[in-house]
Protein backbone atom coordinates (compact mmCIF):
# COMPACT_ATOMS: atom_id res chain seq x y z
CA UNK A 1 0.00 0.00 0.00
CA UNK A 2 1.47 3.32 -0.74
CA UNK A 3 1.97 5.70 1.84
CA UNK A 4 1.17 9.51 0.74
CA UNK A 5 2.00 12.79 3.28
CA UNK A 6 0.57 16.06 2.54
CA UNK A 7 2.95 18.40 4.06
CA UNK A 8 1.59 22.01 5.22
CA UNK A 9 0.88 23.66 8.43
CA UNK A 10 -2.84 23.29 7.25
CA UNK A 11 -3.66 26.25 5.55
CA UNK A 12 -6.03 25.87 2.92
CA UNK A 13 -4.07 24.64 0.07
CA UNK A 14 -2.87 21.78 2.32
CA UNK A 15 -6.19 20.86 3.07
CA UNK A 16 -7.29 20.82 -0.72
CA UNK A 17 -4.53 19.20 -2.16
CA UNK A 18 -4.95 15.79 0.47
CA UNK A 19 -8.68 16.40 -0.37
CA UNK A 20 -7.35 15.87 -4.16
CA UNK A 21 -5.34 12.80 -3.58
CA UNK A 22 -8.16 10.91 -1.35
CA UNK A 23 -10.34 11.12 -4.35
CA UNK A 24 -8.24 10.53 -6.89
CA UNK A 25 -7.17 7.47 -5.20
CA UNK A 26 -10.65 6.38 -4.68
CA UNK A 27 -11.73 6.92 -8.19
CA UNK A 28 -8.80 4.95 -8.99
CA UNK A 29 -9.88 2.06 -6.83
CA UNK A 30 -6.09 2.58 -4.87
CA UNK A 31 -5.90 1.71 -1.47
CA UNK A 32 -3.70 4.86 0.10
CA UNK A 33 -2.45 5.90 3.55
CA UNK A 34 -2.93 9.01 3.52
CA UNK A 35 -1.24 10.88 6.73
CA UNK A 36 -1.25 15.03 7.02
CA UNK A 37 1.71 16.37 8.10
CA UNK A 38 2.09 19.29 10.59
CA UNK A 39 4.67 19.35 12.42
CA UNK A 40 7.57 21.94 11.16
CA UNK A 41 10.56 20.25 11.97
CA UNK A 42 9.49 16.88 10.11
CA UNK A 43 8.18 19.39 6.95
CA UNK A 44 11.74 20.68 6.76
CA UNK A 45 13.27 17.38 7.61
CA UNK A 46 11.99 16.32 4.17
CA UNK A 47 13.65 19.33 2.89
CA UNK A 48 10.62 21.43 1.89
CA UNK A 49 10.03 24.95 2.64
CA UNK A 50 7.00 25.37 -0.06
CA UNK A 51 4.13 24.36 1.49
CA UNK A 52 1.88 21.98 0.64
CA UNK A 53 4.40 19.49 0.25
CA UNK A 54 3.42 15.53 -0.89
CA UNK A 55 6.02 13.20 -0.26
CA UNK A 56 4.58 9.49 -2.10
CA UNK A 57 6.78 6.31 -0.02
CA UNK A 58 9.18 8.64 1.39
CA UNK A 59 10.28 10.49 -2.03
CA UNK A 60 9.05 14.23 -2.11
CA UNK A 61 7.09 14.57 -4.90
CA UNK A 62 6.12 17.85 -4.81
CA UNK A 63 6.42 21.50 -3.36
CA UNK A 64 4.31 24.62 -3.19
CA UNK A 65 0.71 25.19 -4.78
CA UNK A 66 -1.94 22.86 -5.52
CA UNK A 67 -0.95 20.03 -7.91
CA UNK A 68 -2.06 19.57 -11.55
CA UNK A 69 -4.73 16.43 -11.80
CA UNK A 70 -2.45 14.73 -13.84
CA UNK A 71 0.15 14.83 -10.91
CA UNK A 72 -2.22 13.57 -8.58
CA UNK A 73 -3.51 10.87 -10.61
CA UNK A 74 0.50 10.00 -11.05
CA UNK A 75 0.96 9.40 -7.71
CA UNK A 76 -1.71 7.46 -6.25
CA UNK A 77 -1.92 5.01 -9.47
CA UNK A 78 0.12 2.17 -8.72
CA UNK A 79 2.98 1.71 -11.94
CA UNK B 1 -8.91 49.00 -26.15
CA UNK B 2 -10.35 48.39 -22.47
CA UNK B 3 -11.53 52.41 -22.18
CA UNK B 4 -14.09 51.80 -25.50
CA UNK B 5 -15.06 48.47 -23.90
CA UNK B 6 -15.99 49.50 -20.69
CA UNK B 7 -17.46 53.12 -22.44
CA UNK B 8 -19.40 50.67 -24.69
CA UNK B 9 -20.82 48.42 -21.91
CA UNK B 10 -21.29 51.18 -19.06
CA UNK B 11 -22.73 54.08 -21.43
CA UNK B 12 -24.88 52.31 -23.97
CA UNK B 13 -25.30 48.78 -22.96
CA UNK B 14 -26.90 50.08 -19.67
CA UNK B 15 -27.54 53.69 -20.86
CA UNK B 16 -25.96 55.22 -17.37
CA UNK B 17 -24.67 58.79 -17.92
CA UNK B 18 -20.64 59.40 -18.00
CA UNK B 19 -21.51 62.35 -16.12
CA UNK B 20 -22.67 60.48 -13.03
CA UNK B 21 -21.09 59.38 -9.98
CA UNK B 22 -22.15 55.62 -10.47
CA UNK B 23 -21.66 56.03 -14.24
CA UNK B 24 -18.03 56.83 -13.87
CA UNK B 25 -17.51 54.60 -10.79
CA UNK B 26 -18.57 51.75 -13.07
CA UNK B 27 -16.61 52.58 -16.10
CA UNK B 28 -13.51 52.77 -13.52
CA UNK B 29 -14.76 49.42 -12.57
CA UNK B 30 -15.20 47.13 -15.82
CA UNK B 31 -12.42 48.73 -17.30
CA UNK B 32 -10.06 47.72 -14.67
CA UNK B 33 -11.36 44.19 -14.49
CA UNK B 34 -10.89 43.66 -17.73
CA UNK B 35 -7.65 45.43 -18.43
CA UNK B 36 -6.23 43.50 -15.13
CA UNK B 37 -7.86 40.20 -15.12
CA UNK B 38 -6.32 39.80 -19.06
CA UNK B 39 -2.97 41.48 -17.90
CA UNK B 40 -2.69 39.07 -14.45
CA UNK B 41 -3.95 35.84 -17.07
CA UNK B 42 -1.08 36.78 -19.77
CA UNK B 43 1.81 37.48 -17.91
CA UNK B 44 1.32 34.81 -15.34
CA UNK B 45 0.76 32.19 -18.38
CA UNK B 46 4.22 33.20 -19.75
CA UNK B 47 6.06 33.63 -16.83
CA UNK B 48 4.73 30.17 -16.21
CA UNK B 49 5.90 28.84 -19.99
CA UNK B 50 9.73 30.31 -19.13
CA UNK B 51 9.38 28.97 -16.02
CA UNK B 52 11.18 32.09 -14.64
CA UNK B 53 9.19 31.71 -11.34
CA UNK B 54 11.62 30.32 -8.57
CA UNK B 55 10.82 28.36 -5.58
CA UNK B 56 12.18 29.10 -1.89
CA UNK B 57 14.19 26.17 -1.78
CA UNK B 58 16.07 27.36 -4.69
CA UNK B 59 16.76 30.68 -3.67
CA UNK B 60 18.18 28.91 -0.36
CA UNK B 61 20.76 27.19 -2.37
CA UNK B 62 21.69 30.75 -4.13
CA UNK B 63 21.95 32.87 -1.12
CA UNK B 64 23.70 30.08 1.62
CA UNK B 65 27.10 30.35 1.99
CA UNK B 66 27.60 34.22 0.52
CA UNK B 67 29.61 37.37 1.78
CA UNK B 68 26.22 39.17 3.96
CA UNK B 69 26.26 42.02 0.86
CA UNK B 70 25.66 39.43 -2.34
CA UNK B 71 23.72 37.49 0.09
CA UNK B 72 21.21 40.42 0.93
CA UNK B 73 21.09 41.59 -3.04
CA UNK B 74 19.87 38.11 -4.15
CA UNK B 75 17.09 37.83 -1.46
CA UNK B 76 16.03 41.18 -2.13
CA UNK B 77 16.03 40.65 -6.28
CA UNK B 78 14.97 37.04 -5.75
CA UNK B 79 12.29 37.92 -3.27
CA UNK B 80 10.71 39.88 -5.92
CA UNK B 81 10.50 36.69 -8.60
CA UNK B 82 9.57 34.30 -5.99
CA UNK B 83 6.16 33.95 -5.15
CA UNK B 84 5.05 32.06 -2.10
CA UNK B 85 1.94 31.73 -0.13
CA UNK B 86 1.76 33.14 3.01
CA UNK B 87 1.38 30.00 4.78
CA UNK B 88 5.07 28.99 3.51
CA UNK B 89 6.59 31.56 5.52
CA UNK B 90 7.05 29.59 8.47
CA UNK B 91 9.20 26.69 7.32
CA UNK B 92 10.42 29.46 4.72
CA UNK B 93 11.51 31.35 8.01
CA UNK B 94 13.51 28.11 9.53
CA UNK B 95 15.02 26.85 6.27
CA UNK B 96 16.61 29.60 5.89
CA UNK B 97 18.46 30.30 9.25
CA UNK B 98 19.18 26.66 9.09
CA UNK B 99 20.72 27.14 6.23
CA UNK B 100 23.01 29.97 8.16
CA UNK B 101 21.69 32.69 6.43
CA UNK B 102 22.24 35.52 8.38
CA UNK B 103 18.30 36.96 10.21
CA UNK B 104 18.45 40.10 8.54
CA UNK B 105 18.81 38.96 5.02
CA UNK B 106 16.18 36.57 5.55
CA UNK B 107 14.12 39.66 6.90
CA UNK B 108 15.39 41.47 3.53
CA UNK B 109 13.39 38.70 1.62
CA UNK B 110 10.35 38.51 3.68
CA UNK B 111 9.93 41.98 3.26
CA UNK B 112 10.32 42.57 -0.99
CA UNK B 113 8.54 39.28 -1.49
CA UNK B 114 4.71 40.05 -0.87
CA UNK B 115 5.74 43.84 -1.82
CA UNK B 116 7.31 43.27 -5.36
CA UNK B 117 6.44 40.89 -8.02
CA UNK B 118 6.43 40.45 -11.62
CA UNK B 119 3.25 40.61 -11.78
CA UNK B 120 2.29 43.40 -10.18
CA UNK B 121 5.32 45.14 -12.06
CA UNK B 122 3.60 44.78 -15.51
CA UNK B 123 0.55 45.57 -14.27
CA UNK B 124 1.55 48.85 -12.59
CA UNK B 125 3.25 49.46 -15.77
CA UNK B 126 0.15 48.44 -17.45
CA UNK B 127 -2.15 51.12 -15.06
CA UNK B 128 -0.11 53.87 -13.79
CA UNK B 129 2.80 53.76 -16.02
CA UNK B 130 6.61 52.98 -15.83
CA UNK B 131 7.79 55.96 -13.58
CA UNK B 132 5.44 55.26 -10.87
CA UNK B 133 6.31 51.38 -11.56
CA UNK B 134 9.85 52.13 -10.78
CA UNK B 135 9.38 54.41 -7.93
CA UNK B 136 7.50 51.69 -6.23
CA UNK B 137 9.85 49.12 -7.06
CA UNK B 138 13.24 51.00 -6.60
CA UNK B 139 11.78 52.07 -3.01
CA UNK B 140 10.60 49.11 -1.97
CA UNK B 141 13.91 46.84 -3.05
CA UNK B 142 15.39 49.68 -1.11
CA UNK B 143 13.51 49.44 1.93
CA UNK B 144 13.89 45.37 2.09
CA UNK B 145 17.45 46.47 2.05
CA UNK B 146 17.82 48.67 4.60
CA UNK B 147 15.06 46.95 6.62
CA UNK B 148 16.57 44.03 6.82
CA UNK B 149 19.82 45.54 7.65
CA UNK B 150 18.07 47.36 10.95
CA UNK B 151 16.48 43.61 12.07
CA UNK B 152 20.34 42.84 12.23
CA UNK B 153 21.18 46.26 13.87
CA UNK B 154 18.58 45.69 17.03
CA UNK B 155 19.63 42.16 17.04
CA UNK B 156 16.47 40.59 16.33
CA UNK B 157 18.35 37.08 16.52
CA UNK B 158 17.46 37.23 20.23
CA UNK B 159 13.65 37.14 19.78
CA UNK B 160 13.80 33.90 17.44
CA UNK B 161 11.65 31.02 18.81
CA UNK B 162 14.63 28.73 20.73
CA UNK B 163 12.66 25.29 18.83
CA UNK B 164 13.67 27.12 15.25
CA UNK B 165 17.16 26.84 16.04
CA UNK B 166 17.18 23.11 16.75
CA UNK B 167 15.05 21.61 13.49
CA UNK B 168 17.32 20.25 11.23
CA UNK B 169 16.61 20.49 7.37
CA UNK B 170 17.21 17.87 4.96
CA UNK B 171 18.38 17.71 1.30
CA UNK B 172 15.25 16.89 -1.12
CA UNK B 173 15.78 15.87 -4.64
CA UNK B 174 12.77 17.85 -5.65
CA UNK B 175 11.30 16.58 -9.10
CA UNK B 176 13.02 17.69 -11.93
CA UNK B 177 10.45 19.87 -14.24
CA UNK B 178 9.29 19.04 -17.65
CA UNK B 179 10.68 20.56 -20.02
CA UNK B 180 8.53 19.59 -23.09
CA UNK B 181 6.55 22.38 -24.36
CA UNK B 182 3.47 20.13 -23.37
CA UNK B 183 4.78 20.20 -19.62
CA UNK B 184 5.59 23.56 -19.73
CA UNK B 185 2.26 24.77 -20.87
CA UNK B 186 0.46 22.70 -18.48
CA UNK B 187 2.73 24.19 -16.03
CA UNK B 188 1.68 27.78 -16.81
CA UNK B 189 -2.28 26.70 -16.79
CA UNK B 190 -1.55 25.14 -13.26
CA UNK B 191 -0.22 28.58 -12.82
CA UNK B 192 -2.55 30.65 -13.53
CA UNK B 193 -5.06 29.04 -12.05
CA UNK B 194 -3.23 28.84 -8.84
CA UNK B 195 -2.19 32.08 -8.50
CA UNK B 196 -5.24 33.89 -9.87
CA UNK B 197 -7.42 31.78 -7.42
CA UNK B 198 -5.14 33.31 -4.68
CA UNK B 199 -5.44 36.83 -5.29
CA UNK B 200 -8.45 37.27 -7.16
CA UNK B 201 -10.37 38.40 -4.35
CA UNK B 202 -7.70 40.94 -3.65
CA UNK B 203 -7.80 42.11 -6.81
CA UNK B 204 -11.34 42.57 -7.41
CA UNK B 205 -11.97 44.19 -3.64
CA UNK B 206 -9.51 46.61 -4.83
CA UNK B 207 -10.62 48.01 -8.18
CA UNK B 208 -13.76 48.07 -6.23
CA UNK B 209 -12.50 50.49 -3.81
CA UNK B 210 -10.60 52.39 -6.40
CA UNK B 211 -13.75 52.50 -8.22
CA UNK B 212 -15.96 54.31 -5.52
CA UNK B 213 -12.92 56.52 -4.72
CA UNK B 214 -12.75 57.40 -8.23
CA UNK B 215 -16.69 57.93 -8.44
CA UNK B 216 -18.09 59.54 -5.56
CA UNK B 217 -15.24 61.12 -3.74
CA UNK B 218 -15.46 64.78 -4.27
CA UNK B 219 -12.08 66.25 -5.80
CA UNK B 220 -12.52 69.17 -3.49
CA UNK B 221 -12.51 66.46 -0.13
CA UNK B 222 -9.71 64.98 -1.45
CA UNK B 223 -7.65 68.02 -1.83
CA UNK B 224 -8.52 69.34 1.61
CA UNK B 225 -8.58 66.30 3.46
CA UNK B 226 -5.42 63.59 1.80
CA UNK B 227 -3.75 66.00 -0.51
CA UNK B 228 -3.61 69.09 1.35
CA UNK B 229 0.66 68.66 1.45
CA UNK B 230 0.42 68.15 5.24
CA UNK B 231 3.16 66.49 6.92
CA UNK B 232 0.94 64.44 8.84
CA UNK B 233 -0.40 62.44 5.65
CA UNK B 234 1.90 60.63 4.75
CA UNK B 235 2.26 58.45 8.65
CA UNK B 236 -1.75 58.46 8.74
CA UNK B 237 -1.52 56.57 5.53
CA UNK B 238 0.91 54.22 6.55
CA UNK B 239 -0.89 53.73 9.83
CA UNK B 240 -3.94 53.13 7.73
CA UNK B 241 -2.14 50.76 5.62
CA UNK B 242 -1.18 48.08 8.51
CA UNK B 243 -4.90 46.60 9.39
CA UNK B 244 -6.08 47.12 5.67
CA UNK B 245 -4.18 44.20 3.87
CA UNK B 246 -4.02 43.37 0.34
CA UNK B 247 -1.95 41.53 -2.40
CA UNK B 248 0.05 43.94 -4.01
CA UNK B 249 -1.63 44.07 -7.37
CA UNK B 250 -5.09 44.57 -5.60
CA UNK B 251 -3.58 47.60 -4.09
CA UNK B 252 -3.07 49.13 -7.46
CA UNK B 253 -6.47 50.00 -8.84
CA UNK B 254 -7.36 51.68 -5.47
CA UNK B 255 -3.42 53.78 -6.13
CA UNK B 256 -4.86 54.79 -9.66
CA UNK B 257 -7.90 56.09 -8.14
CA UNK B 258 -5.32 58.42 -5.58
CA UNK B 259 -3.69 59.48 -8.38
CA UNK B 260 -6.53 60.72 -10.57
CA UNK B 261 -7.85 62.59 -7.46
CA UNK B 262 -4.73 64.33 -7.33
CA UNK B 263 -3.31 62.69 -4.30
CA UNK B 264 0.21 63.03 -3.84
CA UNK B 265 2.98 60.47 -4.73
CA UNK B 266 5.03 59.87 -2.16
CA UNK B 267 1.62 59.66 0.14
CA UNK B 268 0.25 57.05 -2.30
CA UNK B 269 3.56 54.71 -2.50
CA UNK B 270 3.39 54.98 0.87
CA UNK B 271 -0.05 53.33 1.29
CA UNK B 272 0.64 50.96 -1.71
CA UNK B 273 3.59 49.89 -0.10
CA UNK B 274 2.31 49.47 3.61
CA UNK B 275 -0.97 47.43 2.80
CA UNK B 276 1.31 44.92 0.46
CA UNK B 277 3.78 44.48 3.05
CA UNK B 278 3.25 45.09 6.78
CA UNK B 279 -0.43 42.73 7.44
CA UNK B 280 -1.99 41.98 10.70
CA UNK B 281 -2.53 38.12 9.27
CA UNK B 282 0.99 37.80 8.04
CA UNK B 283 2.62 38.92 11.34
CA UNK B 284 0.15 36.86 13.18
CA UNK B 285 1.74 33.77 11.35
CA UNK B 286 5.02 34.89 12.14
CA UNK B 287 4.26 35.17 15.80
CA UNK B 288 5.28 31.14 15.25
CA UNK B 289 9.21 31.78 15.12
CA UNK B 290 9.69 34.76 16.47
CA UNK B 291 8.58 36.46 19.48
CA UNK B 292 6.27 39.85 20.30
CA UNK B 293 9.31 41.95 20.60
CA UNK B 294 10.79 41.08 17.12
CA UNK B 295 7.17 41.62 15.60
CA UNK B 296 6.65 45.24 16.61
CA UNK B 297 10.42 45.90 15.81
CA UNK B 298 9.58 44.73 12.40
CA UNK B 299 6.15 46.50 12.06
CA UNK B 300 8.18 49.55 13.30
CA UNK B 301 10.64 49.69 11.62
CA UNK B 302 8.91 49.16 7.98
CA UNK B 303 6.18 51.88 8.84
CA UNK B 304 9.24 54.25 9.51
CA UNK B 305 10.55 53.02 6.23
CA UNK B 306 7.31 53.25 4.67
CA UNK B 307 7.03 56.85 6.11
CA UNK B 308 10.32 58.20 5.00
CA UNK B 309 9.87 57.11 1.28
CA UNK B 310 6.34 58.96 1.17
CA UNK B 311 7.88 62.01 2.53
CA UNK B 312 11.32 61.73 0.15
CA UNK B 313 8.55 61.45 -3.16
CA UNK B 314 5.89 63.84 -1.41
CA UNK B 315 9.47 66.51 -1.36
CA UNK B 316 10.63 65.48 -4.30
CA UNK B 317 7.66 66.36 -6.77
Known amino acids: MKNIKVLGSGCKNCETTAKLIAIAAEQAGVDIELEKVTDMAEILGFGVMSTPGVVVDG ?18 SSE | MFDLFAQFIVYQLFGISSDSALGSSLHFFVMDVAKIFVLLIAIIYVMGLLRALLSPERVRQYVRNRPDWQARGMAVTLGAVTPFCSCSSVPLFIGFLEAGIPLGVTFSFLIASPMINEVAAVILVGILGWKLALLYIASGLVVAWFGGIAMQWFRAEQWVEAYVWK ?27 EILGRIWKWVLLGIGVGALFHGYIPNDWVSEHLAAGKWYEV ?33 TLALMMSVAALSLPEMLILRKVIKWQALALFAAVLAVAFVMVGWLFNGLT
Open chain 1, 59 to 76: QVVHAGGLPGPDQVRQWV
Open chain 2, 167 to 193: IQMGEAALATPDKSLKGRHQFALAEVK
Open chain 2, 235 to 267: PIAVILGIPLYSNATGIIPVAEAMLGKGVAVGT
